[in-house]
């Protein structure tokens, strides 16, 4: 029997950002499946992105936040998807006057991570202004995290009991690669929230336990990870890690599927608290077990109950831990299964939207 076609438009608010706009794709994915179709408004100064990424039913454009908020307000599809606070706030009209619904994904405590980096109280407040009404405009919500969900429901004394969590997802998933004992793995960046000095420390002491562990670091900023490895890394070890690129998706999710372990971790602070990190996604859909930061709450309760890798509160010693632990590829690959695929979220997603 053919599924009855359902309307639904996504705002692909700065889809020039290519992480941003390769996360939404995935969201507009699981709600097509469910036999809605797509249509897009965008920004026309980007709308080749849309039209050659992801081929719509329809594609409007705006010229400014105003010119949004007067077009989603006159447009025929009664659900809107919004990625961001501006773009919320621009769905206000369609929400009042024409009683659309809002469904606003909400990525990250914006508020927050600007106090992190300005250290501005007036700035805090202005943005928490802004996503306090981005979450009231919104009829719905989808929260990255559960610990997002309770943080911004005390901040704001408010319970959004029409959301539903979804995690960030892996476009990756297990080849069944032998894996390669006692191997270690970092995929990702060198910026300093990264923590790869931290992580390097980590490692110093796991050698010190199993002297046959080796670190594989795959990035593209080959020299500054060589010189974290310089700086923090015990000079009798440097021979125990290996610097690469892997630039082609393939070529990671089978580099991922042959390792053991992964490491993610990240400073104690709200912003990580709430957090839902991809390469925590990409790790377990390839079988490698994390060890990962406790700051990550909702996440790190997940691999300690499922045994699905190693979580560290910010000055514990990995020592305690890694000693008697045995990595275990399939209990990673069931907590992936369980909480991140996307069989999990499209149940979620039917709840969301019907």
């Not at 719509?56 to 989603?72: A, E, G, P, R, V």
């Not at 700051?295 to 305690?320: F, P, T």
């Not at 890694?322 to 069989?343: D, G, M, T, W």
Request: with cysteine; proline share 2%.
């Amino acid at each position: 029997m053919e599924i009855e076609k359902k309307n639904i438009l996504f705002i692909a608010y700065d889809c020039n950002n290519k992480a941003v706009w390769n996360a939404l794709k995935i969201h507009v994915k699981l709600v097509h499946s469910l036999g809605y179709n797509i249509s897009f408004i965008v920004d026309r100064r980007y709308q080749q992105i849309v039209q050659l990424d992801y081929p719509s039913s329809k594609l409007y454009t705006y010229k400014s936040l105003f010119d949004l908020m007067i077009k989603l307000k006159s447009l025929p599809e009664t659900k809107i998807y919004s990625p961001a606070t501006f773009s919320t706030l621009a769905t206000f009209l369609a929400k009042i006057v024409k009683s659309k619904e809002i469904y606003y994904w909400v990525q990250g405590v914006i508020p927050e991570e600007s106090f992190l980096r300005h250290k501005s109280k007036i700035r805090y407040i202005g943005l928490s202004i802004i996503e306090y009404l981005s979450l009231a405009i919104s009829s719905k919500q989808i929260f990255v995290s559960d610990e997002m969900q309770r943080y911004l429901e005390k901040k704001y004394n408010k319970k959004y009991i029409q959301s539903i969590v979804i995690p960030c997802i892996s476009e990756f998933s297990d080849d069944n690669s032998k894996k390669e004992k006692d191997s270690f793995v970092y995929i990702g960046g060198m910026s300093a929230w990264q923590r790869v000095d931290k992580m390097l420390a980590i490692f110093d002491d796991i050698v010190k336990m199993n002297s046959n562990a080796k670190l594989y670091i795959a990035t593209l900023e080959k020299e500054q990870a060589q010189e974290y490895v310089d700086l923090y890394l015990s000079k009798e070890n440097h021979e125990r890690v290996e610097i690469l690129s892997l630039e082609n998706r393939e070529k990671i999710q089978n580099f991922l599927s042959t390792k053991e372990y992964g490491f993610l971790i990240r400073e104690e602070n709200i912003v990580n608290h709430v957090s839902s990190p991809i390469k925590l996604a990409e790790y377990l859909s390839c079988g490698v077990n994390v060890i990962l930061s406790a700051s990550v709450k909702s996440y790190a309760s997940y691999i300690d109950a499922n045994a699905a890798g190693i979580s560290l509160k910010e000055e514990e010693s990995i020592s305690e831990k890694f000693n008697s632990y045995i990595p275990n590829r399939q209990n990673a690959l069931n907590v992936y299964k369980h909480f991140f695929s996307e069989e999990i979220h499209l149940l979620h997603y039917k709840e969301l939207l019907k």
